[in-house]
């Protein structure tokens, strides 16, 4: 994660999420408002990624990358359709469930944040500097005049501590809180997740309920390892977690966090690629962790 550019893997989970959902089953899995914001996003990125958002339109262009990202790596697309699908449903069934308010680290593209805040939730995203740019300029241009969640700028490949003060102006540390960590301690040593999850541990009096996803890479065969990190340092990033499974529920519990809910890819199969006709595998290694302190 680099302060001065806009993350890549960042804008191509957007332009996945939006080249999946311009066909069903995925698009009857999200609301309009939510496949707009993608369609928005995808738009508005800089050139040449914003080529994607005519070119994703043809059919047989979503055919041939849905087929080459098969071969390359199996699961990765459903992956992503899957965890936009599931963080939103878990963030939904928190906020029925006595939670007040949001906080997304490393946002990205994500809709969460701007999804709750047009509903009156207090939200906040934090992210590094260009990215959380983009992003306040973004919902400035693209939805004048509605709730917008806060967003401030935090150097996590430099800055250690100091998330205190941005959660400060913008949430109420009483109230019961959801956290989203969507894609994001993979990028970060696990010193600084600790360090994180501490931080907000102490801050936070109320409940607090962290959704995130982890990869255990571990899991995957070397070669399709390989093609994972490759990917990613070919657009400029670098995945830094070395933690497997049990390793990442260790460190939960280490900081104050207790496992409430996991999903692995054989249930996201089960329960949502099956019963829709989906012939496309989850990504193996991919899990979505609920934990509460």
Not at 17 to 45: A, C, M
Not at 54 to 78: Q, T, Y
Not at 141 to 151: E, K, L, N, S, V
Request: net charge neutral.
């Amino acid at each position: 994660m680099k302060p001065e550019q806009i993350s890549h893997t960042a804008a191509f989970i957007a332009i996945k999420f939006y080249g999946l959902t311009r066909t069903e089953p995925f698009r009857g899995w999200f609301e309009e408002d939510v496949i707009r914001f993608y369609e928005k996003i995808v738009h508005e990125l800089p050139r040449p990624l914003n080529g994607y958002y005519h070119s994703l339109k043809k059919s047989w262009v979503r055919k041939f990358f849905i087929v080459s990202e098969g071969l390359l790596l199996p699961g990765d697309l459903m992956h992503i359709i899957l965890r936009k699908y599931l963080v939103g449903r878990w963030v939904d069934e928190c906020l029925n469930d006595d939670f007040e308010q949001l906080l997304v680290l490393g946002a990205g593209f994500d809709h969460q944040a701007a999804r709750q805040a047009a509903r009156g939730i207090p939200s906040l995203e934090i992210d590094m500097p260009k990215m959380a740019a983009f992003k306040r300029n973004f919902l400035l241009q693209q939805y004048a005049g509605q709730p917008h969640p806060a967003i401030r700028q935090h150097d996590f490949s430099r800055e250690h501590g100091g998330l205190i003060q941005s959660l400060r102006e913008t949430l109420d540390n009483r109230r019961n809180t959801v956290v989203i960590a969507e894609g994001f301690f993979d990028y970060l040593r696990n010193e600084q997740t600790e360090d994180i999850l501490r931080e907000l541990g102490f801050w936070f009096k109320g409940r607090t309920t962290l959704i995130s996803t982890h990869f255990a890479l571990d899991e995957l065969p070397i070669i399709r390892r390989a093609v994972f990190k490759t990917g990613v340092a070919l657009v400029g990033e670098k995945i830094m977690s070395d933690l497997d499974k049990p390793g990442y529920l260790k460190l939960l519990r280490r900081v104050g966090f207790t496992k409430q809910d996991i999903m692995s890819p054989g249930d996201m199969e089960q329960e949502l690629l099956y019963p829709a006709g989906v012939n496309y595998p989850a990504m193996k290694g991919f899990y979505l962790i609920s934990a509460e302190a």
